[in-house]
């Protein structure tokens, strides 16, 4: 299985941080994030070569440090997001894959629980997500993209989701499988067509700016089955310069 990860914005919220290289190789307990990431794919099996790296700002420095790495350029990262820089690896999308947000952590224990879930469609789901945001005042809880779930079976994505509510928050890493991948890449394309020129897709977004957690609620709504694999803690973003400072007791604490 390849994994897709998506690199291409700046993350201006890191301030200097990214003056020159992306927000994945920004340094985390002394190693960029993107070392972390490729340390838990391979934990589950995924080899430095079968990654997809989707870069955009500074592209040069990733290259001159991840050789072995495929690389997919989104030329208009200035001016879309997340869900755009994604759908520029299409043709590695359909493939079946596990895709990855660039400015997070986690452990390889979610990798392969995802990997192994049977469904087509699975989220990483932090449980114990709260415990983070009781310091972040640069990144509130309304900023969580949270999920609400039947069981196994995820009914909601939203950040508008009250915390209280909420059983869990995305992680950015998700599992499809090739039927997967081909029901999200047929909704990319459904929800581009209806709403491409439209003042708004979600939660006030345009479909240019639109995040992956819009198409997941897309898709959602037009009944398709998402799942979710949880974690218990074993992960945590970060966007700000204020997550760098807490990052090392964060991730110290992550099975308490």
């Known amino acids: 299985m390849r994994a897709i990860v998506i690199g291409a914005g700046r993350g201006a919220r890191l301030g200097s941080q990214t003056e020159d290289r992306p927000k994945g190789l920004v340094e985390v307990m002394g190693r960029p994030m993107l070392e972390w990431i490729l340390e838990a794919l391979a934990g589950a099996g995924i080899r430095r070569e079968e990654v997809v790296f989707v870069s955009g700002w500074a592209e040069d420095s990733v290259r001159a440090r991840y050789p072995e790495l495929t690389y997919v350029r989104n030329e208009r990262w200035a001016q879309n ?14 493939e079946g894959c596990v895709t ?3 400015d997070i952590i986690y452990d390889a224990a979610i990798v392969r629980r995802l990997v192994g879930a049977p469904e087509d469609i699975v989220l990483g789901c932090d449980t114990r997500w709260r415990r983070r945001y009781v310091v972040r005042s640069q990144h509130p809880e309304s900023d969580a993209e949270k999920l609400r779930a039947e069981g196994r079976r995820v009914v909601e994505v939203s950040r508008r989701i009250p915390s209280e509510a909420a059983d869990g928050e995305f992680i950015g890493v998700t599992k499809l499988s090739a039927e997967g991948a081909r029901r999200l890449v047929a909704g990319y394309d459904e929800a581009r067509a209806r709403f491409g020129e439209a003042p708004e897709f979600r ?13 997941l609620a897309f898709l959602l709504e037009r009944g398709e089955a998402v799942h ?29």
């Open 81 to 94: 997001n997340v869900l755009a820089s994604l759908l520029c690896a299409r043709e590695h999308l359909l």
């Open 100 to 102: 990855t947000y660039a």
């Open 203 to 215: 939660e006030g977004r345009t479909f240019e700016r639109a995040y992956l957690i819009d198409l």
């Open 228 to 256: 979710r694999e949880d974690t218990p803690g074993a992960y945590m973003e970060i966007d700000t310069e204020q997550d760098l400072e807490h990052a090392e007791e964060w991730w110290g604490t992550r099975g308490e």
